[in-house]
């Protein structure tokens, strides 16, 4: 361990470093900071290594599964076929749920990351739901995302969001027709109902995404900004910013729930700086990962 | 009609799979081929890992065919301080269901409570729970994709997870299930052989101590066929017990390295 | 929960290892069986201290999609707070939960509806349009152990109480709507019950097995097997209550032991229920 024995006037020469880290977590991350390095060997600004592998869950239309560091997300969707409301005859929707089922960490803190939907939605343009449209008036699209958290370990946001921006990439609609009770079924190769029925979304197998958000969470904590932290970073010192960009480093969201640390204008750019760095790292895991994908 | 009536559910799968009324004949001939080609009595092959979720204290990923299960253990931590005082440890288990795990969207989030119950009763015989008095024990299972068999996969995998978190047990649990189907039996059914079954036979052993944990039948069995079904489980038993062994070897020796 | 001293559990377990109970019974026998019916589809059965009511219900509704050509049939069991304080509230769910799952398996046989006590079948009135609804309800009013074998058999004598009113259908409905159905007040058909099984649970403290197991011998019990068996012999279902794990040729010998004990069970139930209707047809 790096810079934790070499205090000579308090405790901790005389302690072993994990009982040290226990008893007294805050002194414990203030002395890495002081070596501008992070108990997992990190620099300040640096964010875990993450992965991403689509296609992980078979039932689903279109499924992720993002990394970042120990932090795992699994996000899945499933398409059904809805009637659209009267305001808005030819669009889709899509619904997305955030669970924290009891494997995922010891105390399940649910709630908090839910926030992820609004911005997956059509806030952020990624989606156009007029392409989820099937029969005008009669049938769309409502693509259920379920975000499922496996493992809990920090910046639960930005696994979440990558791990749903990754499946809508991933996202293949099944080819579908309209039988004669006006249900939407899908068109399977064996039966040969193909010839009867014509196919009403041929063309439209996958979305086009327009933008694709990325999100960072950092800490504040006095004048130190720690990307993209870790649950214990989270637990000690408990200020966050989650600022979302998009692939073209537009501002999409900046989230400052409150803290005891306040940031100003330099930190809130600086924050934002580390953000555009991670955009470009996190686009080039989502292309590499497509690409596996189409080669596979 | 559903999609015109306002009455109806929002929503509904396209796919044609639900309306499949009569099990197709060929279930019950003599020779009829499985749907994913195995033999009558060949199991999917396991696919086991420990130490999948990093938050826990031991945990495990268990993936026979489609069907695929996370883990997760907790503690020994503090009881509930509505418990009361108790000299053997408290096992609290419990199973959920992703919604996408069933074909039709969160169709298998109902009958929880009762798999629950079950992964409880199958554990509880194996594991030392004077080991820690007053404290508990909590088996969280994630069944991500539900491919059959769930509930023996969901059993091994919490023994595995179990052994992972250095909880102490006369001995893993091996859990195989076998489908009675027309006058076939055939072990470790997909979903599609479990939906026209006539009767199900589940064993959960601990393989070398040749104990039985849990049996649970339905259907209608005649004694020999018990016998016949039995036999067929607790060796296949046997195998998923050198598999799970062979596993926590392995990561107890990539672990020292 | 039962506090037992040190010597009580040596009394108990040493009685039943030279097969003479605290309560003069072997370890084969049951305590004397009770069974009153009362009104259309409801009995209540007493082993001994232990005391449970069912009751039956029906009524008219529409089968599921994935199966049109059956009826449903839903078992819950309450335990009453009655029966011991601690099922108060919600206290009593797990238990609850337990009977009513460990019930319907035994009754309601596989997938497919193979070897079923209840044949969903014939609670049919029109294909995928409309069926009768079973409402089948236990409550445990006393707990002196073996309950399941109580409720099993409550169950038993209240569909055999059971008469299901004669529905006249219309025979000119369209195919799309639901048909006219006219349920008589007079005509009822009895409910078929010789498919139903009964439910022997084997209790094992020390070395051997006893049925009917009081609370008292069940707090001695290393582990319990409930076999459920029809008139042909067969086994219908079987469900292990927890514990500690048995030998396979253990379990084996226990379902046989099971088989053999239900036979008798089989007949004195159904006589105490004839017993029963006999008596009731007098008043």
């Not at chain 1, 795992?72 to 089922?101: N, Q, R, W, Y």
């Not at chain 1, 190769?189 to 995404?209: F, S």
């Not at chain 2, 009324?21 to 199991?43: L, N, S």
Request: aromatic share 4%; hydrophobic share 40%; glycine share 8%.
């Amino acid at each position: 361990m790096v810079g934790s024995a070499n205090g000579a006037t308090d405790l901790s020469s005389e302690m072993e470093v994990d009982a040290f880290r226990r008893l007294f977590p805050l002194r414990f991350h203030e002395r890495h900071l002081l070596e501008s390095v992070r108990p997992d060997a990190r620099s300040l600004g640096k964010a875990r290594e993450t992965s991403l592998a689509l296609g992980a869950v078979a039932s689903a239309d279109g499924s992720a599964l993002a990394k970042i560091g120990c932090t795992t997300m699994l996000a899945a969707i499933k398409m059904e076929v809805m009637t659209p409301s009267k305001e808005a005859p030819d669009e889709g929707c899509v619904a997305i749920d955030f669970h924290m089922p009891p494997i995922c960490s010891p105390i399940v803190r649910p709630g908090r990351p839910a926030e992820a939907a609004p911005v997956v939605s059509k806030h952020s343009g990624m989606i156009d739901l007029k392409e989820l449209s099937l029969v005008s008036g009669k049938a769309a699209w409502m693509a259920y995302l379920d975000i499922y958290c496996l493992d809990a370990d920090g910046a639960l946001f930005d696994a979440a969001l990558l791990a749903a921006a990754a499946a809508f990439s991933h996202l293949q609609i099944p080819v579908v027709s309209l039988n004669d009770d006006g249900r939407i079924v899908v068109v399977s190769k064996e039966n040969g109902e193909k010839a009867k029925n014509k196919p009403v979304n041929e063309e439209k197998r996958k979305l086009k995404l327009r933008s694709i958000p990325f999100a960072l969470t950092c800490i504040l904590h006095k004048n130190y900004i720690l990307a993209d932290p870790t649950a214990e970073e989270e637990s000690i010192m408990d200020t966050l910013i989650t600022i979302v960009l998009d692939t073209s480093c537009q501002l999409v969201s900046l989230y400052k729930p409150g803290g005891p640390a306040l940031a100003y204008e330099s930190v809130l750019q600086d924050c934002i700086a580390l953000s555009r760095q991670r955009v470009k790292e996190l686009q080039k895991i989502l292309n590499e990962a497509i690409l596996d994908m189409d080669v596979d | 009609m559903a999609a015109k009536g306002g009455a109806a559910p929002a929503t509904y799968s396209p796919s044609p799979t639900t309306f499949k009324k009569k099990r197709p004949p060929i279930f019950t001939d003599v020779d009829w081929v499985r749907p994913d080609g195995r033999d009558f009595h060949q199991c999917r092959p396991a696919f086991l890992r420990t130490g999948a979720v990093n938050a826990a204290s031991g945990s495990a990923y268990a993936e026979f065919g489609n069907t695929k299960v996370i883990v997760s253990i907790f503690g020994p931590r503090e009881s509930k301080k509505a418990m009361m005082y108790s000299d053997t440890g408290r096992l609290n288990c419990n199973v959920t269901y992703t919604t996408f795990a069933t074909p039709v969207r969160g169709q298998a989030s109902s009958d929880n409570k009762e798999i629950s119950s079950q992964l409880h009763k199958s554990l509880e015989g194996a594991i030392m729970l004077d080991t820690f008095p007053k404290t508990t024990v909590d088996v969280f299972a994630l069944v991500l994709e539900s491919g059959g068999c769930d509930l023996p996969v969901v059993i091994s995998c919490a023994s595995l997870a179990l052994a992972d978190a250095g909880i102490m047990m006369f001995d893993l649990v091996a859990a195989v299930s076998v489908s009675c189907l027309g006058k076939n039996l055939v072990i470790d059914p997909v979903s599609e052989e479990e939906n026209y079954q006539d009767g199900s036979l589940m064993i959960t052993c601990l393989p070398s101590r040749n104990e039985v944990t849990q049996l649970t039948i339905t259907g209608e069995w005649s004694s020999p066929k018990i016998h016949e079904a039995m036999e067929l489980c607790l060796d296949a038993c046997s195998k998923l017990g050198k598999i799970m062994r062979s596993c926590l070897k392995e990561s107890a020796s990539t672990s020292q390295e | 929960m039962v506090g037992l001293s040190v010597g009580e559990k040596h009394f108990i377990q040493g009685g039943i290892a030279q097969d003479l109970r605290t309560d003069g019974r072997k370890r084969l026998t049951y305590r004397p069986i009770s069974v009153e019916t009362g009104a259309n589809g409801s009995a209540r059965v007493k082993m001994g201290k232990t005391e449970v009511i069912a009751s039956v219900k029906a009524e008219l509704g529409r089968p599921n999609s994935s199966a049109p050509d059956k009826g449903k049939v839903s078992i819950y069991i309450d335990c009453s707070p009655t029966a011991a304080p601690q099922y108060e509230g919600r206290g009593g769910e797990e238990l609850s939960m337990e009977l009513s799952a460990a019930l319907r398996q035994c009754l309601l046989g596989g997938k497919t509806g193979a070897g079923a006590g209840i044949n969903l079948s014939s609670l049919s009135i029109v294909d995928g349009k409309v069926c009768w609804d079973l409402y089948i309800d236990g409550l445990v009013i006393n707990i002196d152990g073996n309950i399941l074998d109580a409720l099993g058999a409550a169950i038993k004598a209240a569909l055999s109480n059971t008469g299901i009113p004669k529905v006249n259908v219309a025979s000119t409905a369209p195919s799309d709507e639901q048909p006219e159905v006219d349920v008589s007040d007079e005509e009822f058909l009895q409910f078929d019950t010789t498919a139903v099984p009964v439910i022997v649970t084997l209790t094992k403290v020390g070395r051997h097995y006893i049925v009917d197991a009081t609370s008292e011998e069940e707090s001695e019990m290393s582990s319990a097997v409930s076999v459920s068996v029809n008139r042909q012999g067969l086994i219908c279902g079987l469900t292990k209550r927890g514990g500690a794990g048995l030998d396979p040729s253990v379990v084996l010998d226990m379902i046989s032991v099971g088989k053999h004990v239900s036979e008798q069970l089989m007949n004195k139930l159904d006589s105490e229920i004839a017993a029963a209707e006999a008596t009731m047809e007098e008043e």
